[in-house]
């Protein structure tokens, strides 16, 4: 069973950094792109970044200059850097895993359970 497994999150000022990281397991031969969406309170879930297993970036216009997403497909991690916090980005950040196919040839998208990024002002 595919699971992935989110850390990182906290309690952060205004203007701190915070690094998420994210691990997909299970039996896992190759994820085509993982990523991080965000939901705050009241809110639509929603894009922050993602990185295919290629290196190809895409991010949310707001906040692209402030966060920087990479990977590390041979243990099928992927990682945020947060910088220059800022009371909007206050979410649940949840990792995603696009097209994951496992070595017994199942394939689906599968998302973690969240960590909590709270900035305070």
């Known amino acids: 069973q595919v699971q992935l497994v989110e850390s990182g999150g906290g309690l952060v000022q205004y203007g701190g950094s915070l690094r998420l990281s994210c691990t997909a397991s299970?039996?896992?031969?190759?994820?085509?792109?993982m990523g991080w969406y965000r939901q705050a309170p009241g809110k639509q879930r929603e894009l922050v970044a993602d990185i295919t297993s290629g290196g190809v970036t895409n991010y949310a216009n707001s906040p692209k200059e402030r966060f920087s997403i990479s990977h590390n497909y041979k243990n099928f991690s992927v990682y945020l850097q947060m910088d220059n916090l800022k009371p909007e980005d206050t979410a649940v950040y949840y990792c995603?895993?696009?097209?994951?196919?496992?070595?017994?040839?199942?394939?689906?998208?599968?998302w973690g359970q969240g960590t909590l990024v709270t900035v305070s002002s």
């Open positions: 299970g039996n896992i031969y190759s994820i085509y792109a």
């Open positions: 995603y895993a696009q097209n994951v196919v496992t070595r017994d040839w199942s394939h689906g998208d599968h």
